[in-house]
């Protein structure tokens, strides 16, 4: 009994740190734990002060059976366990404060939380615009982008079915988060505020909110110049469908990424849906955090692909439809035929097309078209060439070209020959045999294991993964 009345916040916390930790990893310890202090021991009820709600739900969410039987052992069995949390200030005081949360009272991932976020009139909207009148925007969203105005193909059909089932029950499929995930000018934009617009008509009362990666990033840093990063939490972790456009420019930003994890958490827990775009799948994703790719990877990826003809046909003439324009059909199959990598330069051409017509009084004809799109198109039919890879690989690791059409085996020579392969293979239309004849007559087997090299390379080396990826950039400006 004496050595009961002897315990204190300290020695009990010790003791269930003890069994704790042998039960984790030792990054999980050391993130989740280690920040704990013990705060309070009064009779069998043991109060922790945690750094903030984050932590709070986290180790709710995720350690609340350890907890329980870690305390018990510790206090007998009829110890519990409460939580200080410490909260950022936002009604302009500049000292934290803390509130008492009771242990066990945020149920397992996907249920209910019952501690519910307290929205009061304090919490600073990161929409409003600082020194005008309290302007509320709502969703962001463009009432032009619809499912009825985004043409299906078989380039889009998954997307566009998988849009459509989260449009009408929103958090409550399989599909969350969607991630629409595809190169530039295909349409993810255009599909995902489509499932926003959809939401808003089917259901008036759900909070629906589009927000571009750098728009968020960009009211994060301020929320943290403000001393008003709760606020900005708590904004977020209000919305009932939260769009949030080409996540793959939240790279390398481990705050932002940070804070974005506790909000996709308390979204997906209780429901809510996420939607995410990017210009490339889940697995391919760099400078992102494992926790939150494995998150991106809950619900489903699909792609949008690079339209077929018919497609791009029905894309034009959808355009030509909303905007009361007529054409002859030679001169749109001629469009659709010269221009098929992006829906944006698509509808881009026609525009141009159209004031051409327009500014010069002039009956649109194929002359006129051919013109145009020259003109048009131009910064992106310029050819790159092996020599001119070579070169550019060459100068960029300060090696003589002639070196890659050698024999030597000069590890320097080598990764530069390898990389130069790679992006011959990846960049022009030339077969494996003919890049292996600009190598010094090497046959098709060593251009292949070259890509396979460079790509295994990329995948575990950052260092190699940094050369290849300013290589790149450098090609792509080259043809500008």
Request: hydrophobic share 40%.
């Amino acid at each position: 009994m004496a050595e009961k009345e002897n315990k204190t916040a300290e020695n009990v916390w010790a003791e269930c740190l003890e069994i704790i930790r042998d039960n984790i990893s030792l990054q999980s310890f050391k993130t989740w734990f280690e920040p704990v202090m013990p705060s309070k021991l009064a009779g069998e009820v043991l109060t922790i002060q945690v750094p903030s709600q984050f932590f709070y739900e986290w180790l709710e969410e995720h350690y609340v059976n350890l907890l329980h039987k870690t305390i018990k052992r510790a206090l007998g069995p009829n110890g519990r366990l409460e939580y200080a949390v410490v909260m950022e200030n936002s009604a302009g005081e500049t000292r934290p404060y803390t509130i008492q949360m009771p242990g066990g009272s945020v149920k397992q991932a996907g249920a209910e939380v019952s501690m519910p976020v307290n929205i009061g009139q304090t919490i600073k909207n990161p929409f409003v615009i600082p020194g005008l009148k309290k302007i509320q925007v709502e969703s962001q969203l463009n009432p032009r982008y619809r499912f009825d105005s985004f043409v299906e193909g078989d380039c889009n059909r998954l997307a566009r079915s998988a849009g459509l089932a989260v449009a009408a029950k929103p958090g409550a499929t399989s599909f969350n988060p969607l991630m629409l995930y595809g190169s530039t000018g295909l349409g993810k934009t255009h599909l995902a505020q489509a499932i926003g617009n959809q939401v808003r008509q089917l259901f008036p009362a759900k909070t629906v909110l589009y927000v571009s990666s750098e728009k968020f990033t960009q009211q994060f840093v301020d929320a943290i110049k403000n001393q008003s990063a709760n606020d900005f939490v708590h904004f977020y972790q209000m919305m009932d469908v939260l769009i949030l456009d080409d996540v793959h420019n939240l790279a390398n930003k481990e705050k932002t990424q940070d804070v974005f994890f506790h909000i996709f958490n308390h979204l997906h827990q209780n429901g809510k849906q996420l939607i995410l775009t990017s210009d490339r799948a889940p697995k391919d994703l760099r400078g992102m955090e494992d926790r939150l790719l494995s998150r991106f990877k809950w619900g489903l990826s699909t792609d949008l692909q690079a339209p077929d003809f018919e497609t791009r046909l029905a894309i034009l003439q959808s355009k030509m439809y909303a905007d009361g324009i007529e054409l002859p059909l030679e001169v749109v199959e001629f469009i659709a035929h010269n221009i098929h990598s992006n829906i944006r330069e698509l509808e881009g051409a026609l525009t141009s097309l159209m004031a051409y017509t327009t500014l010069s009084h002039r009956q649109a004809d194929l002359e006129l078209a051919r013109n145009v799109i020259k003109n048009f198109t131009r910064h992106t039919q310029t050819e790159i060439s092996i020599d001119s890879i070579q070169s550019m690989v060459c100068e960029y690791f300060d090696l003589p070209v002639d070196l890659l059409r050698a024999s030597t085996r000069k590890r320097e020579v080598v990764q530069a020959r390898q990389i130069s392969m790679y992006f011959a293979k990846k960049m022009t239309k030339y077969s494996l045999k003919a890049i292996g004849e600009y190598f010094g007559g090497r046959d098709h087997s060593t251009v292949i294991h070259s890509c396979q090299t460079v790509e295994d390379l990329m995948e575990t080396d950052r260092r190699f993964r940094g050369f290849v990826d300013d290589i790149q950039k450098r090609i792509k400006s080259s043809t500008v």
